[in-house]
């Protein structure tokens, strides 16, 4: 079995600001056009991106959002919790785990993400369209979402920076 370090080299894996450890794997080698896309995005955005996303058990993904859907794919170690906290405040938990390999957090939708098993790591891929750009990514600010969503403050508290 190997552990969270071994991927962490052998994938070249670096920090991400929300937590956890990424690399870019895929990025297309086209572009939608601005008129082409909803306002919400400010520029040209490649068609699809994908990374690898690492996170150890004793870390979080803060809460962020994206202007894309984002699919999360399961590769390897403890299943992963996706909380997300959709616009209307409606709270999900979502798993991602061997048997449950894929599941997509909508557009807009305010998530973040915690392993399992104590003392482990899970190793999924991300899967964005419109393809990823950090111009589309908002870190979430833990005082101001919990005035938005004050029924989710302790999760919010739990997942914010």
Do not use: N
């Not at 920090?15 to 690399?23: D, I, L, Q, S, V």
């Not at 909803?38 to 870390?59: D, K, V």
């Not at 979402?145 to 029924?151: G, I, N, S």
């Amino acid at each position: 079995m190997y552990d969270a370090a071994h991927w962490i080299d052998t994938l070249g894996l670096q920090a991400h600001p929300e937590g956890g450890y990424f690399k870019e794997t895929y990025r297309a080698a086209e572009s939608i056009p601005t008129a082409s896309l909803p306002e919400r995005y400010a520029g040209a955005r490649t068609f699809c991106t994908q990374i690898y996303f690492l996170l150890e058990s004793h870390a979080f993904s803060a809460f962020h959002r994206l202007k894309s859907d984002e699919t999360w794919h399961f590769y390897h170690g403890s299943p992963i919790d996706l909380h997300l906290i959709h616009p209307d405040g409606r709270y999900e938990q979502r798993v991602v785990r061997m048997g449950a390999f894929q599941t997509v957090v909508p557009a807009g939708v305010w998530f973040g993400a915690t392993v399992q098993q104590p003392e482990s790591y899970t190793l999924v891929g991300c899967t964005v369209a419109p393809g990823f750009d950090f111009a589309d990514f908002e870190l979430a600010d833990g005082a101001g979402l919990q005035a938005q969503f004050p029924a989710h403050c302790a999760l919010i508290q739990r997942l914010t920076r």
